[in-house]
T-cell receptor
Framework: EPEVTQTPSHQVTQMGQEVILRCVPI?????FYWYRQILGQKVEFLVS????????KSEIFDDQFSVERPDGSNFTLKIRSTKLEDSAMYFC????????????FGEGSWLTVV | GENVEQHPSTLSVQEGDSAVIKCTYS??????FPWYKQELGKGPQLIID?????GEKKDQRIAVTLNKTAKHFSLHITETQPEDSAVYFC???????????FGDGTTLTVKP
C-alpha cells in the first residue's frame, strides 16, 4: 500500500539552528499538509499546499516556517531559527485531488530543540 | 474557525466490552469526519470516516454515527481487544477546504 514517508525520523538541533524536514507524499496525491503534535497534545494543523503554493496556514505557521516542493516528489518544511517550543512531532500528510478528503499521514519526524 | 471537542480524554474497558468516544464540532460547513488511531511513536492512521450525507457507517467492529443537527459524531468499537489500545482522534473538515481540525484525543486502554 502506498504511504507517506518522512525523514529524518528523529532530529536533535540546537536552538537557533535551521531545520529541514522532508516528506515524500503518495505519488498521485495533489494536496500536501504539515501538522504538528507537541508531546501529549493533539495534532495541530500548520499548513496546506496545493498547485505549488500555500493554500492555507495556521497562526502557528509564522515567518520562521516555510514549505517547498522542490522537485515534484519531495515536500519540505523548513524552520529557519528553531526555538525550544518547536520541539514536537511533525507529520506530513497528503490526499488526492478528489473531494473524498481522506488524508494519509506519515510516521512523523520527531524534532527536539535543545 | 472549526472547534472540535472530544470526550472522554481517557477510557478504560475490559476486553470484549464496547467503547464509545464522542465528539462535537462547531462549524456547520464541516462535512467530513474521519477517525484516526495513533499508536505510540507513530502517525495517525485512518480507521473510519463518515461524510455528512450519511448518518451511520460500519466496518466490522467499528462504527461511526453522525448527527448533523446536533453537530456531534461518535465512534463505537465493539468486542474490544487489547490491540485496540491506542489514542483515538476525531477530526472535522470541509471537503473543499481540506484541512482537518482534530479533537484532543482519547486514550483507550483495553484490559485483558
Amino acid at each position: 500500500e502506498p504511504e507517506v514517508t518522512q525523514t529524518p525520523s528523529h532530529q536533535v538541533t540546537q536552538m537557533g539552528q535551521e531545520v529541514i524536514l522532508r516528506c515524500v507524499p503518495i505519488s498521485n496525491h495533489l494536496y500536501f499538509y504539515w501538522y504538528r503534535q507537541i508531546l501529549g497534545q493533539k495534532v495541530e494543523f500548520l499548513v496546506s499546499f496545493y498547485n505549488n503554493e500555500i493554500s492555507e496556514k495556521s497562526e502557528i505557521f509564522d515567518d520562521q516556517f516555510s514549505v517547498e516542493r522542490p522537485d515534484g516528489s519531495n515536500f519540505t518544511l523548513k524552520i529557519r531559527s528553531t526555538k525550544l517550543e518547536d520541539s514536537a512531532m511533525y507529520f506530513c500528510a497528503s490526499r488526492t485531488g478528489s473531494p473524498g478528503n481522506t488524508i494519509y499521514f506519515g510516521e512523523g519526524s520527531w524534532l527536539t530543540v535543545v | 474557525g472549526e472547534n472540535v471537542e472530544q470526550h472522554p480524554s481517557t477510557l478504560s474497558v475490559q476486553e470484549g466490552d464496547s467503547a464509545v468516544i464522542k465528539c462535537t464540532y462547531s462549524d456547520s460547513a464541516s462535512n467530513y469526519f474521519p477517525w484516526y488511531k495513533q499508536e505510540l511513536g507513530k502517525g495517525p492512521q485512518l480507521i473510519i470516516d463518515i461524510r455528512s450525507n450519511v448518518g451511520e457507517k460500519k466496518d466490522q467492529r467499528i462504527a461511526v454515527t453522525l448527527n448533523k443537527t446536533a453537530k456531534h459524531f461518535s465512534l463505537h468499537i465493539t468486542e474490544t481487544q487489547p490491540e485496540d489500545s491506542a489514542v483515538y482522534f476525531c477530526a472535522a473538515s470541509n471537503m473543499n477546504a481540506g484541512k482537518s481540525t482534530f479533537g484532543d484525543g482519547t486514550t483507550l486502554t483495553v484490559k485483558p
